[in-house]
């Protein structure tokens, strides 16, 4: 019987090895929803600036290397940012003694060109996350995912502003701020003042207003960082969605300016956005040489005793400003999350600080307009130019091939070419599907974004939005 048994045993191995016995892996099911995953999310950074040249405002240094900057792909990884706001800045310009809208723009698209250019030449580590499935997908691959935003829309004017920020969406900007420290055509900056030093009155302007409902109705989170006190309560009133403040202190702890007052957090965590607290020692204490992780854990638990740890997240401001030195950049996150156990924090409150509550906010706003599918109608456009291509400075011609799908006709009277906000009635050839402007004039400014727009008689829309740069 012993030797029966021991013959039994033996069969059933040979099978197990020979493969004739199929036995099921055990594994975890994967997680369905992004809000099970536990990312950390950085709110703010300035890592684009580093990355273009001072003078042609092209994009020169690869982050997928070490760099001497505070953030780069392989401190990203080490750091375990799954998550990494990219902010396009500008101060804004003047000309004549007027808003340079022209040049703001052009700014602001040199520096989206650099993510593309980034993403472009890192396709195994990082991707451009316009949705909630773009997130999900990109961390379960092991990529970061970077997210386009605006500080100070200087390049918004009444006349194209509201076509010029629907390209910023199409391009992937994800979150805005209305101003950074000086006052422009939206609103207030903390400043109170305009760029020529004239002082501004009202807060949010009636232009503003309709920006923030657009922004609203696009899924572009509002950024209240950099807002004075009037811009601040009138965009309160006026969001129907969470805001965010993407790079700010607790005012109580550190009187600044740039910091948020008592009833300026409990009213973003009662509309249920998040305050992102800053790495810069000048936003977190008086004498900036004794600030660290502490410092930055001390304005977290003040904001999670105030409004609940629901509402507090992290925006570092790297590459913007000098970092604490124990927190000097993206790869030394962790030592954060470690500073956050030290003071009592369990794993899930960590979670949400470190990410997902911002997640909480990307998902509510950002909705279902991040990505849009279209339909079996609506054409096809393919523009004959590349993202970031150069074009000849003499009159240079924007073209696409316009097709359609199933055969429904090409509503003629739908065509449109956009540059920069401004709307162009493109000539059209039925013969060849081709829709072009070409520019009269040789653009002022460098930077430039088209979008080619086409319906069906059917009635849906199509559009491809492209970033050109003249070359000179």
């Known amino acids: 019987m012993v030797f029966l048994g021991f013959a039994v045993v033996l069969y059933i191995l040979f099978n197990l090895l020979s493969h004739r016995v199929e036995v099921p892996e055990i594994t975890e099911p994967p997680p369905t929803e992004v809000q099970e995953l536990a990312l950390v999310v950085d709110t703010h950074s300035d890592t684009l600036i580093k990355i273009i040249d001072d003078k042609t405002w092209l994009p020169v240094v690869d982050i997928g290397m070490d760099t001497g900057f505070h953030i780069d792909i392989p401190k990203l990884r080490r ?81 194209s502003g509201i076509r010029l920020l629907r390209q910023y969406h199409d391009l992937g900007v994800r979150m805005m701020g209305l101003v950074w420290n000086h006052s422009n055509e939206l609103g207030e900056g903390v400043n109170g003042a305009y760029m020529d030093g004239t002082p501004s009155r009202g807060g949010l302007t009636d232009f503003g207003r309709k920006v923030v409902d657009e922004m609203n109705r696009l899924g572009i989170i509002i950024d209240v960082s950099h807002m004075n006190e009037a811009t601040f309560w009138d965009v309160m009133e006026t969001s129907r969605a969470p805001v965010i403040a993407s790079h700010s202190g607790a005012f109580e702890l550190r009187n600044h300016p740039r910091n948020l007052k008592d009833d300026q957090i409990r009213a973003i965590a009662e509309g249920g956005g998040v305050v992102q607290v800053v790495f810069y020692p000048r936003y977190l204490a008086e004498d900036e040489d004794t600030v660290t992780i502490e410092t930055v854990v001390d304005h977290i638990e003040y904001i999670t005793d105030l409004v609940g740890v629901e509402h507090v997240g992290i925006g570092s401001d790297f590459d913007g400003a000098a970092m604490p030195k124990d927190l000097k950049d993206a790869s030394m996150i962790p030592r954060l999350q470690e500073a956050l156990k030290r003071r009592g924090y369990d794993e899930e409150d960590i979670e949400k600080i470190m990410g997902k509550n911002t997640l909480r906010v990307m998902r509510e706003v950002w909705g279902k307009n991040g990505k849009s ?64 402007v070409r520019l009269a004039e040789t653009p002022r400014e460098k930077f430039h974004v088209v979008t080619f727009q086409a319906a069906g008689q059917g009635g849906n829309t199509g559009s491809e939005t492209r970033i050109f740069h003249i070359q000179r």
């Open 79 to 159: 750091g375990g940012v799954d998550v990494q706001y990219f902010g396009a800045f500008t101060s804004g310009y003047y000309a004549g003694g007027k808003p340079d809208f022209e040049r703001a723009n052009s700014r602001l698209l040199s520096l989206f060109n650099a993510m593309y250019w980034t993403v472009q030449n890192n396709p195994r580590c990082i991707g451009l996350a316009v949705s909630m499935e773009d997130i999900e997908d990109l961390a379960r691959a092991g990529k970061v995912s970077a997210v386009l935003s605006v500080e100070g829309a200087y390049s918004l004017e009444k006349s």
């Open 373 to 436: 599918q279209g339909s079996s109608s609506t054409p096809v456009i393919l523009p004959y130019i590349e993202m970031g291509e150069g074009l000849d400075k003499d009159s240079p011609v924007l073209s696409a091939h316009v097709k359609s799908v199933d055969g429904t006709p090409i509503d003629v009277s739908s065509l449109r070419i956009i540059v920069d906000g401004r709307v162009y009635k493109p000539e059209y050839s039925e013969q060849t599907g081709v829709v072009s």
